[in-house]
């Protein structure tokens, strides 16, 4: 692997890294992992990780994610970017957990050297079910989706393939959030499960321009996540570069609230806890 730059040192750039950034292979989105890393640069992002959605065997999501074939090209690009960017990129990928994924799952992540593996739920059932909803906008039972989703969540964390969870509360993309006790019941065991994993969850700040309006997961979550010592990253979830480090001054103010005082750096799927920056009055707001 190309060697990288040396990582600045924490504590020196006014922002955490960008841990989730997408590229136009997964068909949705623009521009390269090189082009994200010179906007991370121009951002004032200390790294990125590149964490295209990872392809699968078995048609899973296949419209919007690299084909299993085009995988090298992806090890490809991000081996460019670690070429010729300004700033460390890490080779990363975000990964859905559904059931059976593991049958694939367990063997690819083991085969290719990934420096960080983002674990998402997108869908409930993705190939249907007679009685339980298929993707997360069905609403006919908010309720429902919000429970089934946390389940998800908490067996993502079972599998121990993944490093951090990706938006963690994502059904608030298209339904309402329930109240906090509901919020509770549901989410506390997966949070339990992700904290006994040792992994991380991430504050995607993507969120805010969905219909919740604000980052995924909400700062009661963060707190919950806080208390158990679960880890802590960030990502922009950009599909086109010019997103890359979006509203990461909010979000590195609402980790603060929600009490974490560090994020977690990663290489090679290892990590180390990095001071948040404090904010600085110029972009506190
Ligand atoms: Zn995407
Ligand atoms: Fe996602
Ligand atoms: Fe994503
Ligand atoms: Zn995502």
């Keep these: 692997m190309a060697k990288r730059p040396d990582i600045e040192s924490p504590g020196t750039c006014a922002l955490p890294p960008d841990y989730h950034t997408h590229n136009r292979l997964c068909k949705h989105a623009e521009g390269?992992?090189?082009?994200?890393?010179?906007?991370?640069?121009?951002?004032?992002?200390?790294?990125?990780?590149?964490?295209?959605?990872?392809?699968?065997?078995?048609?899973?999501?296949?419209?919007?994610?690299?084909?299993?074939?085009?995988?090298?090209?992806?090890?490809?690009?991000?081996?460019?970017?670690?070429?010729?960017?300004?700033?460390?990129?890490?080779?990363?990928?975000?990964?859905?957990?559904?059931?059976?994924?593991?049958?694939?799952?367990a063997r690819f992540v083991e085969k290719y050297d990934f420096d960080l593996v983002l674990g998402s739920v997108h869908f409930l059932n993705y190939w249907g079910h007679p009685t339980e909803p298929r993707g997360l906008a069905d609403g006919c039972d908010p309720d429902l989706v919000w429970r089934l989703y946390f389940e998800r969540v908490a067996e993502l964390a079972d599998t121990r393939l993944y490093d951090v969870v990706a938006h963690l509360d994502l059904p608030k993309r298209f339904l309402p959030v329930p109240p906090t006790d509901r919020l509770r019941e549901y989410a506390l065991p997966a949070l339990d499960r992700i904290a006994a994993a040792g992994m991380a969850i991430e504050i995607n700040t993507?969120?805010?321009?969905?219909?919740?309006?604000?980052p995924y997961p909400s700062l009661q979550l963060l707190a919950w996540a806080r208390e158990r010592g679960i880890g802590l990253t960030f990502g922009s979830d950009a599909h086109s570069p010019n997103r890359v480090?979006?509203?990461?001054?909010?979000?590195?103010?609402?980790?603060?609230?929600?009490?974490?005082?560090?994020?977690?750096?990663?290489?090679c799927r290892r990590f180390r806890e990095v001071p948040l920056p404090l904010p600085s009055p110029a972009v506190d707001r």
Excluded at 206 to 214: I, K, T, V, Y
């Design 32 to 105: 390269l992992p090189l082009d994200y890393a010179r906007a991370a640069k121009a951002a004032g992002i200390p790294q990125i990780a590149a964490t295209d959605h990872a392809p699968t065997d078995d048609r899973f999501g296949i419209d919007h994610r690299m084909a299993l074939e085009e995988f090298e090209i992806y090890a490809e690009w991000v081996r460019d970017a670690q070429r010729l960017s300004p700033l460390p990129v890490l080779f990363g990928i975000e990964a859905d957990y559904y059931r059976g994924c593991e049958r694939f799952l």
């Design 206 to 214: 993507s969120g805010a321009r969905h219909l919740a309006q604000e």
């Design 245 to 267: 480090g979006d509203r990461f001054a909010e979000a590195v103010s609402l980790a603060l609230q929600a009490g974490f005082r560090t994020s977690r750096y990663y290489e």
